[in-house]
């Protein structure tokens, strides 16, 4: 499992980047999407991926069964704030996007007084 | 147990939610701002002298025990930390009044600093380094949305990339947590300061050290992780640029700070090598901006980065002088920076333009400014008694006492160029010809004027009475220098 | 460009509170279950914006006419000052309380503090979601 795991995260980060070197912006958010999940899912794997209960005591069930539960929320967390930062890139892109009438970051370069 | 540690981050924060009830009315607005960062700053003198009196506080949340639950830890650096930014905070709010503009105040301009302010006494405070991790993003929110406020073209273009750049660290920031969770199995910084010596496989650990070292360089501008800084701080206006330019790469230099000497220290030969060798060059690539542009807010901007490397120096050579001396000189930095900035920010409305080629003899009409500008650079190039020059003093003796004494004669010769690189501001805007002026009322010039001599004048103070502040300083150090002093406060409750 | 989608709106008629019922479920099962006030406030979000989908911007205001940025700071006091009520009687921030208490029709019920904070998230959520979905889709 870890290593079919570990195969996902590359090619979510591998995607990632090759979303992030291209020049359209909205292709750069989606990239930064995939960063994150793969980020979150890396966490994830590193935490362990044992136990099948989920970690919420109950009856029967011997502590070697739980699922590590500090890994999950952690990523609950990274991904609130991966869902905050991703919606105001887009709102940020957008308007962006009607300021400067362009999403090509080649035309985003440098500044209008370079010196 | 003590809540008191907690009220730096809860009052701006309750503040800055109250502020988001009513944006238009500015008269509340500027009032409600100030009282939020004033209270802020009384309830870090509080703690001060509680740490002082008492030692290290320590509060784990929800009453878990604390290896479980979140830490929240107050030594004598992180209150000095969270005082001094809290006072910059203060005067920045008062700065704005008259420098931001009427509708930047009134779309939630007050309510984002307050949030920054939540952040980074967040950062300044916490234990545990996922709920650090948390508050980086805080601030950062925070810092997203001031950079981009009120929309101007130059702004939005800039803040795409400092946006990139800092998810992109953010992810590394999350995958490095993964990797230290998988091999230490805790976050808390007091129980990894702990677990980590009784590691044998230290190879992994230098691996994950140097990929912390990454993340905290991306927000502390280190070589050669500093590229994005100059553009994006050039973009938003003043208070803005002065608010980031005293806390924001701070905070990653804390956070360097923090790791390096608390549990990132199984492995000193290579990676507190590797962090003079960084520190060193950031220095370089610092100096060549600064002397490279005509632009006033650009030269200040490239010192930050400049400093940066000067205190990461002083950290690398893990001994009592040299970590003394990054502190003082940490304080020192985010109290010139802002200075610094403030004063520039004046001579740019002045003139109208930051381009110095476009300035000229501005020493004739304003005087008093043009001779607290002379303290200040003086100041931040360390010239005796001033207040950059017992920090320097100090993180020079720590590298010839450490294994890098090549470093310290770098740091000196460079302390030349930022001279220069800040007095050149100096010749070109307040002496020769005199260029025509914007004119400005009087009564604003003062509004901008005031704050910025009277933190002038609080950076003095710390330089000439360094001698009155030295107990707290090395207080802060000598928890650094031990953790045991740190790991018991939090473990041993 | 805006057409008059009768099946759309006929379906969103019934199905927004059918959205809305289950937002409410999913808060409440946070208690012990997954669910809570973070996916509460995302589902209560979609359902105000599939409404916004079938009909328009301004229908949607003169039904819920929500200042959605007070909401969000509303949601925030409420948040933080359930977990700031810790340092009234002196305990750790964010320090919980829970008890049992038998209430009419309901039986006997588990109390907790944490529902206050959750909340505070579910206002949060629904606030500042509505803000950015407004800020993107105000000028068509």
Redesign the interface.
């Known amino acids: 499992m870890e290593i079919i795991m570990s195969v996902l995260i590359g090619l979510l980060f591998m995607a990632a980047v090759y979303l992030m070197l291209s020049k359209s912006l909205i292709r750069i958010i989606i990239g930064t999407g995939l960063l994150s999940h793969g980020a979150h899912l890396l966490l994830l794997t590193m935490g362990g991926l044992s136990g099948d209960a989920?970690p919420?005591v109950a009856d029967g069930v011997s502590v070697a069964d739980y699922a590590d539960p500090l890994p999950q929320a952690l990523i609950l967390t990274a991904i609130?704030i991966s869902f905050?930062v991703t919606?105001?890139f887009?709102?940020l892109a957008?308007r962006a996007y009607q300021e400067l009438g362009t999403d090509n970051m080649d035309l985003l370069r440098g500044t209008e007084d370079h010196e | 147990?003590s809540?008191l540690l907690?009220f730096p981050i809860?009052i701006p924060?309750?503040f800055a939610?109250?502020l988001?009830?009513f944006?238009k009315n500015l008269k509340m607005q500027r009032w409600i701002a100030v009282i939020g960062a004033a209270s802020t700053f009384v309830a870090g003198l509080f703690l001060l002298a509680k740490v002082q009196s008492d030692g290290v506080q320590a509060?784990?949340?929800?009453?878990w025990p604390a290896p479980f639950g979140i830490s929240?830890v107050s030594d004598m650096l992180s209150v000095l930390l969270v005082l001094s930014s809290s006072l910059i905070t203060l005067f920045v709010v008062v700065y704005s009044y008259s420098t931001i503009g009427i509708k930047r105040e009134q779309s939630?301009y007050y309510p984002a600093v307050l949030f920054l302010m939540t952040g980074v006494n967040g950062a300044f405070t916490t234990g545990d380094i996922f709920n650090l991790f948390v508050f980086v993003e805080v601030l950062l929110m925070a810092s997203y949305a001031l950079i981009v406020h009120g929309g101007e073209k130059p702004q939005l273009r800039e803040s795409i990339k400092y946006l990139l750049v800092n998810i992109i660290s953010s992810a590394l920031f999350v995958a490095a947590v993964a990797f230290l969770y998988s091999v230490t199995g805790t976050l808390n910084m007091a129980d990894l300061a702990v677990k980590i010596p009784e590691i044998e496989a230290t190879g992994i650990l230098t691996v994950i050290a140097v990929m912390f070292l990454v993340v905290f360089g991306f927000k502390a501008a280190i070589f050669p992780l500093y590229f994005w800084l100059p553009g994006s701080y050039h973009a938003p206006p003043v208070p803005i640029l002065a608010l980031f330019g005293a806390l924001l790469t701070k905070v990653g230099v804390y956070a360097i700070m923090r790791t390096y000497t608390l549990f990132f220290t199984m492995n000193i030969g290579f990676t507190h090598e590797l962090l003079a060798i960084i520190a060193i060059l950031t220095i370089l690539a610092g100096c060549v901006g600064a002397l490279a542009y005509f632009d006033v807010k650009k030269i200040i901007i490239y010192n930050i980065i400049i400093a940066v490397g000067v205190i990461l120096f002083g950290v690398s050579q893990m001994n009592e002088a040299g970590i003394e001396g990054s502190i003082f000189y940490l304080i020192h930095d985010m109290l010139i920076k802002a200075a610094l900035f403030f004063l520039v920010g004046i001579v740019a409305v002045l003139f109208g333009t930051t381009n110095l080629r476009k300035m000229g003899g501005l020493i004739k009409t304003y005087p008093v400014l043009g001779w607290s500008y002379l303290v200040a650079a003086f100041g931040l190039a360390g010239i005796p008694p001033l207040s950059g020059f017992p920090g320097k003093l100090l993180i020079v003796q720590g590298g010839f006492e450490g294994p890098q004494f090549w470093g310290s004669i770098v740091i000196l010769a460079t302390s030349l160029i930022v001279l220069l690189s800040v007095v050149r501001i100096f010749i070109y805007a307040f002496w020769g010809e005199p260029v025509e002026t914007v004119p400005l009322k009087k009564s604003s010039y003062y509004q901008m004027f005031t704050p910025t001599v009277v933190l002038v004048a609080i950076t003095v103070f710390f330089g000439v009475g360094a001698e009155l502040f030295m107990p707290f300083i090395s207080g802060a150090g000598e928890v650094l220098l031990n953790p045991s002093i740190y790991i018991d406060a939090v473990l041993k409750e | 460009m805006r057409t008059n989608d009768v099946m759309l709106q006929t379906a969103t008629k019934v199905v927004t509170f059918i959205i809305l019922l289950f937002a409410v479920h999913i808060f409440f099962a946070g208690h012990?279950?997954?669910g809570g006030g973070?996916v509460g406030g995302l589902l209560t979000t979609s359902a105000i914006v599939l409404l916004m989908l079938a009909f328009d911007m301004n229908t949607v205001r003169k039904i819920l006419p929500i200042n959605y940025?007070?909401m969000?700071?509303?949601g925030?006091?409420l948040a933080?000052g359930t977990a700031?009520a810790?340092?009234v009687f002196?305990?750790?921030?964010?320090?919980?309380a829970y008890d049992y208490f038998d209430l009419p029709l309901l039986g006997e019920t588990s109390l907790h503090s944490a529902m206050l904070f959750d909340a505070g998230v579910y206002l949060v959520v629904v606030g500042?979601?509505m803000t950015?979905i407004q800020?993107?889709g105000e000028d068509e």
């Open positions: 989920p919420v609130v905050a919606s105001f887009l709102v957008y | 147990m809540n907690l809860i924060l309750i939610t109250v988001m009830i944006p509060v784990t949340l929800g009453s929240m939630y | 012990y279950t997954p973070f940025v007070v969000t700071a509303v925030l006091l933080v700031a810790s340092i002196d305990v750790p921030f964010f320090t919980h500042v979601t950015i800020t993107i």
